[in-house]
């Protein structure tokens, strides 16, 4: 399990030279958590953007869905523009009140599970549902869960709830 320290980067700084081990965690005792990890094969990072694991064991991560070891699997979220191979913290946990989504998708109900999109680079998409079991629908693979109906195309943001599995 990844070490839990007191963040002093700011949670929207970066670093070329990694100032504490990644896979640090951080609670900022409101509910939400953050993990320290290095950003690669950038697709110019955003802030909000969905982010995939590129490397597990060494706590990278991309917003290049091309290069994600897993590409349904949602690490976190950048909350910074960060230079590519730089580290710094992304969100793995609480509420973020625009979550990018892909511009595709104009219309979502609150509710919606969300996953990293499978085709536009850093963008969280609608998760279409495996099945159900006893009535509840099954979210493998989802990080979030969109808190609010959206369906303005304009803005291209969702509100959620970020719950991202390690």
Not at 9 to 31: F, H, K, Q, R
Not at 128 to 150: E, P, Q
Request: aromatic letters at 10%; charged letters at 15%; proline letters at 4%.
């Amino acid at each position: 399990m990844p070490a839990t320290v007191t963040q002093t980067l700011p949670l929207t700084g970066y670093e070329s030279t990694a100032s504490c081990p990644v896979g640090t965690e951080y609670t900022d005792g409101i509910g939400n958590t953050y993990m320290y990890v290095q950003f690669k094969d950038a697709v110019t990072y955003a802030a909000n953007q969905v982010l995939t694991w590129r490397s597990r064991s060494a706590y990278s991560v991309t917003n290049d869905i091309s290069n994600s070891l897993i590409s349904y699997l949602m690490a976190g979220l950048a909350l910074a523009v960060v230079p590519e191979n730089y580290y710094g913290w992304m969100q793995t946990g609480g509420y973020n009140s625009a979550v990018k989504k892909d511009p595709n998708e104009d219309t979502w109900a609150a509710g919606d599970a969300v996953t990293p999109d499978a085709s536009v680079d850093g963008v969280a998409s609608v998760l279409a549902y495996a099945g159900t079991l006893a009535g509840f629908k099954t979210v493998i693979g989802c990080g979030a869960v969109a808190v609010a109906a959206s369906v303005d195309g304009s803005t291209d943001t969702v509100a959620c709830h970020v719950f991202c599995r390690r």
